[in-house]
C-alpha cells in the first residue's frame, strides 16, 4: 500500500493548511462578537463602500457576547 | 453587460478569447483524426463566440460612474441562468438513463447513447453543471455581501465562470465519443483536466483578494464553507488526476496510478469531492440564503463555526468507506468508517442548526415555498448524512455496497440536499440580483417545491426497496447451501422499481423546467424594484416573505 505513503501525508498537510487557517482566525479576532457578526448579515441597508486596505476595528453591537 | 468593461478590459477581454480561440486550433490540427481535435474545434467555436461578442461591443459607450461604489452582478446573473440550462439538461439525461435501466431499447442502438456514455453526462451534468455554476454564482453574491465589498477585477470573474463551463462542455461531449478516464466524477482526460486547474487557481485567487478588500471585520461563516470548497477541490483535482497521456494529440492517458493503489485515490477524491463539492460550498448557501430568507440569524452562528471545522477536519479521512471489503488494508477501511460515524455530529449540528433558524417562523415556512425549499434541504441534509454513517459501517455495507441502496442514499443528497437548497437560493436570489419586485408566478413556485419534494421521495424510496431486495436476494442460500436466486432474477425484481424511478425523475426534471421559466419570465416581465438607495439588496429587507401573486 505505497500509496498510503502519498496520500496520508497530502491528506496530513490539507489538515495542516486547515489548523494554519484556524489559528489564523482565531488570532484576528473571527470570533470576538458571534452574535453581532450573524446578525449583520441581515442588515445591508447602509451604503456602500469603498475598498479599505486594512478592515477597520470590529465595532461592538448590543448583542455582544462579551 | 458590456457597458460595465471599459476599452482596455474589452481588449484583454479578446486577446483572452483570441489566445484560446488559436489553443482550440492547434488542438484541431494536432488532434485530427481523434475525439481531441473535434474538442479542438469546440474549445475555437467557444472562444471564438465569446471574441466576437466582445468584438461587436468594442466601442460601445463606457462606464462613467464609479464601480467601486456597486457590487459587480453581470457574471452572478449569467451563472444562475447557466446552472438551470444544465440543471434542465442533466436532469433530463438522469431520467433518461434511468428510463434505459428500465426499458433498455431507449438506447436506439446508438454507441453514442450507450448507458455508459450517458450516465457520466448526467452526474457531471448535475453535479459540475449545475451544482457548480450555481456555487460559482452565488460564491459571487455572497462573497462581495458579506465582505461589503466589489469584486477586484472584471475579467477573472468571467474566465472563472466561462472557463468553468467550457471545462462542463468539454467533459460531456467527450463522454458522448467515449472519452474518458474511467475514474467516477473525474471522467474528463488530462487536457480538459489542465484547463480546470487554471480555472480553479484564478477562482481561489479571486475569492481571496475579493477578502482581503472586505469592509467588514468579520468573515461570515459561508465564505469559510465556500473556500474550503474551492482549495480542497482544487487538491483533490491535482492529485486524482495525475496521469500520463499516451500521446500529445490524442485523448487519451494512463493513471499514474495502479490497481487498489489507483482506487484508494480513487475514493479518497471521490468521497473528499462529494464532501467538498457537494457539501460544503452548499452550506455556505445555506448558512447565507436561510437567514437571509428567514429574517432572522442563525440559531447558533457559534455551532454553525464549530461544525464548519468539524466537516473539515472529519471528512478528510473516510474515503476508504467505499472500499469496504476490497484488498485495502483492514485497518485503512477501520479508520474510514469511524470516521464516517464521527461526521454525523457536525452533520447533524448544521442541519439542526438550520431547522432550529426557522423554530419560532413556521408561519413564513408554510407560506413561503422559496423558505420551505431550504428547510426541506435541511432535513434530507440530515437524513443522508445519518445514511451515510450507518452505510459505512463494514457489516451494514457488506448489505448495500453494489445495490441501488448506494443510488438511493446519493440521490437522498443530491436531490433532497443539494438540489433544493440550491433551487430555495435561485428564489431568494433572483428578485434581488435583477431587482425586480417578486418572482413572476409564486404558485409556480408552489408547484416546483411539491414536484421536486414528490420526485424525490418517489426516487428515494424506490431505491431503498429496490437496494434491500437485491441485497438480501444476492445473499440468500438454499438449504443445500448454494445460492437461491440467479442474478436475473433479482433483475426481474427491480424492474417496478425503475419504473417508479423514472416517474420521480420526470417528476424533479418538471419542477427545474418550472424554475428556468419562472426565472426567465421574471427577469423578462416584472416590473422593476427602483432600489430605495443606491445600494443593489437595499430592496431585500422590504421583500415579503410570501411573493405577491402576478
Ligand atoms: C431528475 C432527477 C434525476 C434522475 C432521474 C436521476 C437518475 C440517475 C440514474 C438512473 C443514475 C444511475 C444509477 C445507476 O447506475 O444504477 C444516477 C446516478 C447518479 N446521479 Fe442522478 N438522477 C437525478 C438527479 C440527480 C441530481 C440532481 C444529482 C446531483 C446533484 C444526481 C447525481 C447523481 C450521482 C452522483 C450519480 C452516481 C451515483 C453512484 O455512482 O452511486 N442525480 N442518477
Ligand atoms: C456523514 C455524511 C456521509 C457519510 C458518512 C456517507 C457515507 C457514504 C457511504 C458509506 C457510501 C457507500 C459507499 C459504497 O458502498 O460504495 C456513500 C456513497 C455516496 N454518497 Fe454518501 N455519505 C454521507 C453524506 C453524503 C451526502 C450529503 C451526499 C450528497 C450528495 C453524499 C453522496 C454520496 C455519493 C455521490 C455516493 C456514491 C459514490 C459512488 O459509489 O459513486 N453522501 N456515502
Known amino acids: 500500500m505505497s500509496i498510503l505513503t502519498f496520500l496520508i501525508p497530502v491528506t496530513l498537510c490539507m489538515g495542516a493548511i486547515g489548523l494554519a487557517a484556524f489559528f489564523w482566525s482565531l488570532r ?5 462578537d458571534l452574535s453581532g457578526d450573524a446578525e449583520r448579515i441581515l442588515h445591508d441597508d447602509d451604503a456602500p463602500l469603498v475598498p479599505a486596505h486594512t478592515p477597520r476595528p470590529p465595532v461592538a453591537t448590543k448583542e455582544t457576547t462579551k | 453587460m458590456m457597458s460595465n468593461l471599459t476599452g482596455a478590459e474589452r481588449t484583454t477581454a479578446m486577446t483572452i478569447a483570441g489566445f484560446g480561440a488559436l489553443i482550440g486550433l492547434a488542438m484541431a490540427a494536432a488532434g485530427h483524426g481523434d475525439p481531441m481535435g473535434v474538442h479542438g474545434w469546440i474549445v475555437l467555436a467557444f472562444f471564438g463566440v465569446l471574441f466576437f461578442i466582445v468584438a461587436s461591443a468594442l466601442y460601445s459607450p463606457e462606464p462613467v460612474e464609479d464601480r467601486a461604489l456597486s457590487y459587480y452582478d453581470d457574471p452572478t446573473k449569467v451563472g444562475i441562468i447557466l446552472a438551470l440550462i444544465w440543471a434542465v439538461v442533466g436532469m ?3 431520467v433518461w438513463v434511468a428510463s434505459q435501466l428500465a426499458w433498455p431499447d431507449l438506447r436506439f442502438e446508438g454507441a453514442w ?6 450516465r457520466p453526462v448526467h452526474t457531471s451534468g448535475v453535479i459540475f453543471g449545475f451544482g457548480g455554476n450555481a456555487l460559482i454564482a452565488t460564491s459571487y453574491h455572497i462573497m462581495q455581501r458579506t465582505s461589503r465589498a466589489r469584486m477586484p477585477g472584471q475579467i477573472s470573474p468571467w474566465f472563472v465562470l466561462l472557463g468553468f463551463n467550457l471545462f462542463c462542455i468539454l467533459a ?5 465519443m467515449g472519452v474518458t478516464q474511467s475514474k467516477e466524477y473525474a471522467e474528463a482526460e488530462w487536457y480538459a483536466d489542465i484547463w480546470l486547474v487554471v480555472v480553479w487557481v484564478v477562482y481561489f485567487i479571486l475569492y481571496m483578494r475579493t477578502l482581503s478588500r472586505r469592509n467588514e471585520p468579520h468573515i461570515y461563516v459561508a465564505n469559510w464553507y465556500y473556500l474550503s470548497f474551492i482549495l480542497v477541490v482544487a487538491i483533490l483535482h491535482i492529485v486524482n488526476n495525475l496521469a500520463v497521456p499516451a500521446s500529445w494529440t490524442g485523448a487519451k492517458s494512463y493513471s499514474l496510478f495502479s490497481g487498489v493503489q489507483d482506487a484508494m485515490t480513487q475514493w479518497w477524491y471521490g468521497h473528499n469531492a462529494v464532501a467538498f463539492f457537494l457539501t460544503t460550498g452548499f452550506l455556505g448557501m445555506l448558512y447565507y440564503f436561510l437567514p437571509k430568507r428567514a429574517g432572522r440569524p442563525i440559531y447558533s452562528y457559534r455551532l454553525s463555526i464549530l461544525s464548519f471545522w468539524g466537516i473539515v477536519f472529519f471528512y478528510i479521512w473516510v474515503g476508504s468507506h467505499h472500499l469496504h471489503y476490497t484488498a485495502l488494508p483492514h485497518w485503512v477501511q477501520t479508520l474510514g468508517m469511524t470516521f464516517s460515524v464521527m461526521l454525523l455530529v457536525p452533520s447533524w449540528a448544521s442541519a439542526g442548526n438550520a431547522l432550529m433558524t426557522l423554530n419560532g417562523a413556521w408561519g413564513k415556512v408554510r407560506d413561503d415555498a422559496t423558505l420551505r425549499f431550504m428547510m426541506m434541504a435541511a432535513v434530507f441534509y440530515g437524513l443522508s448524512t445519518f445514511e451515510g454513517s450507518f452505510m459505512a459501517i463494514r457489516p451494514v455495507n457488506g448489505l448495500s455496497h453494489y445495490t441501488d441502496w448506494t443510488v ?3 440521490h437522498a443528497g443530491a436531490m433532497g440536499w443539494v438540489a433544493l437548497i440550491t433551487f430555495g437560493s435561485i428564489y431568494a436570489l433572483t ?6 419586485e417578486t418572482m413572476y408566478s409564486w404558485k409556480a413556485v408552489e408547484w416546483h417545491f411539491w414536484l421536486a419534494l414528490s420526485g424525490t421521495v418517489i426516487y428515494v424510496f424506490s431505491m431503498w426497496n429496490s437496494g434491500i431486495i437485491q441485497g438480501l436476494m444476492w445473499r440468500t442460500y438454499t438449504e443445500t447451501g448454494t445460492l437461491k436466486f440467479s442474478f436475473v432474477d433479482s433483475l426481474v425484481a427491480m424492474h417496478p422499481y425503475y419504473i417508479a424511478r423514472a416517474f420521480g425523475g420526470l417528476l424533479f426534471l418538471t419542477g427545474a423546467c418550472i424554475c ?7 427577469i423578462l416581465h416584472v416590473p422593476q424594484k427602483a432600489p ?12 415579503p416573505a410570501l411573493p405577491a401573486a402576478e
Do not use: C, I, K
Open chain 1, 28 to 32: 484576528h479576532g473571527q470570533y470576538e
Open chain 2, 92 to 94: 433530463f439525461m438522469g
Open chain 2, 113 to 118: 447513447s450507450g448507458f455508459g456514455r450517458l
Open chain 2, 172 to 176: 460531456a461531449s467527450g463522454y458522448v
Open chain 2, 408 to 410: 438511493g442514499h446519493v
Open chain 2, 431 to 436: 428578485p434581488v440580483l435583477w431587482r425586480r
Open chain 2, 516 to 522: 428556468l421559466w419562472n426565472v426567465v419570465m421574471t
Open chain 2, 532 to 543: 430605495e438607495l443606491d445600494y443593489p439588496t437595499s430592496s431585500e429587507a422590504m421583500e
